[in-house]
């Protein structure tokens, strides 16, 4: 079987630099993936890691460990429409399956 | 138009009622599946599909079932539906090159009394 984990809730700042992390156990794993969904919307894809290191998209970057089993997603001159739900998907051998999610709060 | 539709975007029914959910979608994907969200448990699989004579159980598929019509249409059934299965559900498809991404449709919320 699959499970993740990941902080139910961070909050910053505008303009700060925040990280949410996800830890995984998974029989079988190809990539992690990272989703978010603003409130009373759809998850929207972000990115996603096959392979160890960091992707960079914009002020998104998501890093991989495999050896680890670890991931983040990095946020950087966070914005208030960053606030949302953030999920980390561990995409196996014919399906993804999510973490519970991070909900991130940011303030003025 | 949205890429993935889902119908009704809202539904509210009594207990012991037929429900279908139905998905379509114009992206050419082959492969569809049917989520549920509920507060703090984030998303769960519960089928999957990855063409039309495809048809694979997720983690939470007891009380579900599913229909592949065709490959842009996937719907979701709960034949005698209860209230723990009241939620936000979400048809998503995906490619066959395996990038990790889905496709989300906006999503049917289900309210059963």
């Known amino acids: 079987g699959q499970s993740l984990e990941q902080p139910s809730e961070v909050t910053a700042v505008e303009g700060a630099i925040v990280q949410i992390n996800c830890t995984y156990q998974?029989?079988?794993?190809?990539?992690l993936s990272w989703y978010q969904q603003h409130d009373g919307g759809a998850p929207t894809f972000l990115s996603y890691?096959?392979?160890?290191g960091l992707e960079e998209t914009g002020r998104f970057s998501s890093f991989l460990s495999r050896s680890d089993s670890y991931g983040y997603l990095l946020l950087q001159e966070l914005q208030m429409k960053d606030s949302a739900s953030y999920f980390c998907a561990v995409k196996g051998f014919q399906k993804l399956v999510f973490g519970t999610g991070t909900r991130l709060l940011v303030s003025p | 138009d949205a890429d993935v539709t889902q119908t009704p975007r809202n539904r509210i029914t009594k207990t012991g009622k037929r429900i279908m959910l139905e998905c379509s979608q114009t992206k050419g994907h082959d492969r569809m599946y049917w989520y549920r969200q509920d507060p703090g448990l984030g998303l769960r699989l519960i089928y999957y599909s990855f063409d039309v004579k495809d048809i694979n159980k997720g983690e939470i598929s007891d009380g579900y079932s599913v229909s592949r019509q065709a490959q842009a249409k996937f719907s979701l059934s709960l034949e005698s539906a209860i209230p723990n299965q009241t939620a936000l559900y979400f048809c998503a498809t995906s490619d066959s090159a395996g990038s990790g991404e889905l496709f989300f449709g906006e999503g049917s919320r289900l309210t059963v009394l």
């Open positions: 890691n096959a392979l160890d």
């Open positions: 998974t029989s079988g794993f190809y990539g």
